[in-house]
Nanobody
Framework: QVQLVESGGGLVQPGGSLRLSCAAS????????MGWYRQAPGKEGELVAR???????TYVDSVKGRFTISRDNAKNTVDLQMSGLKAEDTAIYYC?????????????WGQGTQVTVSS
């Protein structure tokens, strides 16, 4: 089992910045990728950003140029630096990791942290 602990959500004005952090602990193997999903009220969840162990990244189009994902493989942490925040970024953000071991994939989720962008 892998445990994920998130921090860094909150209330911010449009145009502001926030940094989300997620730390993984427990029976960690590959952590093939670490990333962030978000779920906004009345909308489908979406993958915001993820970073593979190799350093490759993916971002949803709506956050490109505004959000930056980073990870520390030695510390098993992943951060999401969010800038130029917009009201439509308001959502619960969940840390997600994919761990591969023994030929099987395991998905783990954090408890979620609220990000609210409002004036």
């Amino acid at each position: 089992q892998v445990q994920l602990v998130e921090s860094g959500g909150g209330l911010v004005q449009p145009g502001g910045s926030l940094r989300l952090s997620c730390a993984a602990s427990g029976s960690i193997h590959s952590l093939d990728y670490m990333g962030w999903y978000r779920q906004a009220p009345g909308k489908e969840g979406e993958l915001v950003a993820r970073m593979f162990r190799s350093g490759a990244t993916t971002y949803v189009d709506s956050v490109k140029g505004r959000f930056t994902i980073s990870r520390d493989n030695a510390k098993n942490t992943v951060d999401l630096q969010m800038s130029g925040l917009k009201a439509e970024d308001t959502a619960i953000y969940y840390c997600h990791v994919l761990d591969i071991f023994g030929g099987r994939s395991y998905n783990y989720w954090g408890q979620g942290t609220q990000v609210t962008v409002s004036s």
